[in-house]
């Protein structure tokens, strides 16, 4: 059984992390919940709107071509559990398109089926006025 504690949250985080910067279509079938949304707002107030097969796609459209290792840097502000119910707050800084973003995501996940799932992302893009080195 998958730990329920901020141990667990933080490990399905970081698996989901992991699966994502290499395309695997499958490790993120299996994190997100069917019934995931994802809002995703940028600098100019623009919102975007996915679902989970519109957000598997973009993940693979965003990490296609680039260097796994220019997508892992993250800073895990909090993470909680709560029974069923997770909550993680982190700051990303990651290739989009031509520029690098830095990306503050409020992600909640239930534990489900044995494992924690995503159910929900609030995504902040700002563009990321350093460069990481």
């Known amino acids: 059984m998958t730990d329920r504690t901020e141990t667990g949250v933080r490990a399905a985080i970081e698996d989901l992390m992991n699966v994502a910067v290499h395309g695997d279509a499958s490790g993120l079938d299996r994190i997100y919940h069917n019934d995931m949304q994802i809002l995703m707002l940028d600098i100019s107030g623009e919102l975007a709107r996915f679902d989970k097969p519109g957000f598997m796609a973009l ?73 990481i080195t």
């Open 59 to 131: 993940m693979a459209n965003s990490v296609k071509d680039t260097n796994p290792d220019d997508h892992k840097w993250a800073r895990f502000n909090t993470v909680e559990a709560n029974g069923d119910q997770g909550h993680v707050l982190i700051t990303r800084r990651v290739p989009i398109g031509d520029a690098r973003k830095v990306l503050e995501l409020s992600i909640d996940l239930i534990f489900e089926d044995d494992r924690w799932q995503v159910t929900r992302e609030v995504i902040f893009a700002r563009p990321d006025p350093e460069l």
